[in-house]
């Protein structure tokens, strides 16, 4: 009917203006992109006399103790502890063995969750 006609166009219009801004979006996006790696700023270069630079080379392993531990969340995400620099050791210690018993039963249980998956993936094939 023209009545469903009009509405068509009316949707067909809009759809256009939601598209031709979008698309104005992006363009002002890529504008302003580095163009070149001459474009891309660099990190300014460590202070030669700083006591806090750690020196590593590819492959190495760093300890990161001083940030505090990882925490396993139970949706398997991590964050770290925010406070930690503000704990006294007595507490960072506490933290330490109840975080690590935690990590291990919440590992223990993403494990399980993750093979589970699998095998009913496995099956549906």
């Known amino acids: 009917s023209a009545a469903d ?3 068509s166009s009316k949707c067909f219009r809009s759809s ?14 890529m504008e302003s992109a580095p163009k070149t790696k001459k474009d891309v700023k660099a990190l300014p270069p460590p202070d030669p006399n700083s006591k806090d630079a750690i020196p590593i080379q590819l492959g190495d392993t760093v300890q990161m103790d001083d940030m505090g531990p990882i925490i396993i969340n139970a949706d398997g995400s991590m964050r770290r502890i925010a406070n930690w620099d503000k704990m006294t050791e007595s507490e960072q210690a506490v933290a330490w063995r109840r975080i690590s018993k935690r990590n291990e039963e919440r590992r223990k249980i993403l494990k399980d969750q993750m093979q589970e998956n699998e095998e009913e993936e496995g099956g549906k094939r």
Do not use: G, I, N, P
Request: aromatic share 6%; glycine share 0%.
């Open 16 to 29: 256009l203006l939601v598209l031709a801004s979008s698309t104005s979006k992006e363009d002002e996006r």
């Open 5 to 7: 006609m009009t509405f």
